[in-house]
């Protein structure tokens, strides 16, 4: 449509939630990949790590190439059940681990590449769709913090 750019952008994404003693614990998970391929590929259109949603021990757009390979595990507990003005809020801690790492082509990955970050979560979670939350995630520059509305992933 007018640009010179010609590239494809490729993404598979695997979620997963299992709840355990009647959802007071929740073990979710996703595994993500995604490749873009092509000549002048703008900046922002490539695989980007980091942020709030994918590596939460790096700041936003920390790491760029072109793939990237993703993985989230978080335990969601629910810490107590709050009720007033018939309005239920369930208070959450979420201790999580993020692995990701970027390159060039999936052939080129290596264990030196990946990063791992560990942290946690606090959540406000009024049902079915409203989520407050802070998570601290620490990385190999420091910790970082987060805060949002809506579950990571």
């Avoid at 369930?90 to 999936?106: K, Q, S, T």
């Amino acid at each position: 449509m007018g640009s010179s750019a010609s590239y494809q952008h490729y993404e598979a994404e695997a979620k997963g939630f299992i709840p355990l003693d009647h959802a007071r614990y929740v073990s979710v998970f996703r595994l993500a990949y995604n490749q873009t391929l092509g000549n002048g590929v703008p900046f922002l259109e490539r695989s980007i790590l980091g942020g709030e949603s994918t590596l939460r021990g790096y700041g936003r757009n920390r790491f760029i190439d072109s793939s990237y390979f993703l993985c989230n595990l978080e335990e969601r507990i629910r810490l107590f059940r709050w009720e007033v003005f018939d309005v239920t809020a369930d208070w959450e801690v979420a201790p999580f681990i993020d692995l990701g790492a970027v390159f060039e082509r999936l052939d080129m990955a290596s264990s030196r590449n990946f990063e791992f970050n560990p942290g946690i979560g606090f959540r406000a979670v009024v049902r079915p769709n409203i989520v407050g939350r802070v998570d601290i995630g620490i990385g190999r520059d420091g910790p970082a913090v987060f805060v949002g509305l809506g579950h990571p992933f």
